[in-house]
């Protein structure tokens, strides 16, 4: 069956940098976008971007450009998101997701139909 | 700022019909997904494409579009289908980015 799973809770300073790990099993890795979304406390799903594990290509939110950094290592099927000089508004959770696409004569749309556990990141001084 | 704007709340009575709707410009262009969460748990697809259901989606979920206007219905609420919704679509710049809607907590009376 298709699993993330995401690597653990992490508390940084502001300033600091975060790398958040998604291993990914049963599904072949290098076939579906792996996308990020975060989540503050009590607040929406925030989009922030994609990665496409087979070129490497990327797309980041406006928001995070320049900040943001997804990479991934095909030999062991993980995907990396990390975020950098961060602060206290960062405090979330962070997921990844596969994101595939829906296709047909009228449209399409992004579908994310498998996500990780989240990973908590808290920004503290 | 959000680019997909969702009615913050609604409220329906347990057997009866609920819509929640998604209003952004890329509506008029691309379809919209939509993920159901509860609290404590990560998002889960629902509705994709025209109104595609993924398997293990319950067929009292169903989606429609029109002009910039995305819809998720529940026919038949159950007590379970309370959650957080969330629409999910390409943003007004078209480069390949994506944007979630502002959310709609769906409350079952």
């Known amino acids: 069956q298709v699993q993330l799973v995401q690597s653990g809770a992490e508390v940084k300073k502001p300033g600091a940098s975060v790398k958040v790990s998604c291993k990914a099993s049963g599904y072949t890795f290098t076939s579906y976008d792996i996308n990020w979304v975060r989540q503050a406390t009590g607040q929406g799903l925030e989009w922030m971007g994609w990665?496409?594990?087979?070129?490497?290509?990327?797309g980041y939110a406006q928001k995070f450009q320049g900040r943001v950094t997804m990479t991934r290592n095909t030999s062991i099927s993980t995907a990396y998101m990390e975020l950098s000089s961060l602060r206290s508004e960062d405090t979330a959770v962070y997921y990844c997701a596969r994101g595939r696409y829906y296709y047909d004569s009228s449209g399409y749309s992004l579908l994310l139909d498998y996500w990780g556990q989240g990973t908590l990141v808290t920004v503290s001084s | 700022s959000s680019e997909l704007t969702q009615d913050p709340a609604v409220s329906v009575a347990l057997g009866q019909t609920v819509r929640i709707t998604c209003q952004g410009d890329s509506l008029r262009s691309y379809y919209a997904s939509w993920y159901q969460q509860k609290p404590g748990q990560a998002p889960v697809l629902v509705i994709y494409?025209?109104?595609n259901r993924p398997s293990g989606i319950p067929d009292r979920f169903s989606g429609s579009s029109s002009g910039n206007t995305a819809s998720l219905t529940i026919t038949g609420a159950q007590a379970e289908d309370e959650a957080d919704y969330y629409c999910n679509s390409r943003d007004s710049s078209g480069n390949h980015r994506y944007v979630f809607g502002t959310g709609t907590k769906v409350t079952v009376l």
């Open positions: 494409g025209k109104n």
């Open positions: 990665m496409n594990p087979n070129s490497g290509n990327t």
